[in-house]
């Protein structure tokens, strides 16, 4: 089964990954950019948009969905950028995968396991719309407000919510959470890789920056002032600046590490 994706730009190619209970067009301001002189191909992870939904929910199953989206279009390598569990998913598949990789690009997470909670009042919400057929979007968002989740979170969510059915695969997503909230890949990648995170956001603290160089060791890392989770969205024009600086820097020989 191969990843919807979308294809857009010419040049040297870049795959772009998204979130959790996202989409490809949640990265779409970094798409209008890069698309001058790349071909991006933004990807629908197993379980979300429009690609197929799978009982499997693990990083080394998104890798393997990712390499043969990759073998389809006769790519033989591409620079990564993920954001959130698809920043997660683009680590995975610089470690796992190395020789698919020329550069790494990780928004606001980090190789480290996170709490396997923090989801939990969204399962329920989706649960609770299930049980009660909500088919409007305005009464879905009533139950997740009515569960505290922000309001900004409730708006990008609604984007997945058609007529009572949700494009994300809620239930395996519950599933498997404690997989993709955690981490569990050793290694190392040696080449070149840009961490960014938002200062309001915890999901890249300095706390956790000694496991990114353990796990990439060449990595730079960057910190937003002002930014949260959604960084791109937030304050696009400096994450663009600093992804267009890193890709201006030569990429030097390496050896990479695997598993």
Not at 61 to 67: C, E, F, N
Not at 184 to 213: A, E, N, T
Not at 235 to 257: H, K, M, T, Y
């Amino acid at each position: 089964m191969l990843l919807h994706y979308r294809l857009q730009g010419h040049g040297p190619a870049i795959l772009l990954l998204h979130g959790l209970f996202g989409s490809l067009d949640n990265l779409g301001v970094l798409v209008r950019d890069l698309q001058r002189d790349h071909c991006v191909v933004a990807v629908d992870l197993r379980n979300h948009g429009r690609s197929f939904h799978d009982s499997q929910m693990a990083y080394p199953s998104m890798v393997t969905d990712l390499i043969a989206l990759l073998q389809h279009l006769s790519l033989p390598s591409v620079t990564v950028i993920g954001h959130s569990m698809g920043g997660k998913a683009a680590m995975a598949m610089a470690l796992l995968a190395p020789q698919w990789l020329e550069r790494l690009v990780v928004l606001d997470i980090a190789p480290v396991a996170y709490s396997s909670s923090r989801h939990q009042p969204l399962f329920a919400a989706f649960a609770e719309i299930a049980a009660l057929d909500i088919k409007q979007r305005q009464v879905a968002a009533q139950i997740l407000r009515a569960a505290s989740i922000n309001e900004g979170i409730i708006q990008f969510l609604l984007k997945s919510f058609d007529n009572g059915q949700w494009r994300f695969n809620w239930p395996v997503l519950e599933q498997c959470y404690p997989a993709i909230s955690g981490w569990g890949i050793s290694g190392q990648w040696l080449g070149p890789s840009c961490f960014i995170g938002g200062q309001r956001s915890d999901y890249l603290l300095v706390d956790y920056h000694p496991q990114v160089k353990q796990q990439f060791p060449q990595s730079v890392l960057h910190s937003l002032p002002e930014a949260g989770h959604w960084l791109a969205a937030e304050q696009p024009d400096a994450v663009l600046a600093i992804i267009r600086r890193f890709f201006s820097e030569p990429i030097l020989p390496r050896n990479s590490g695997t598993i």
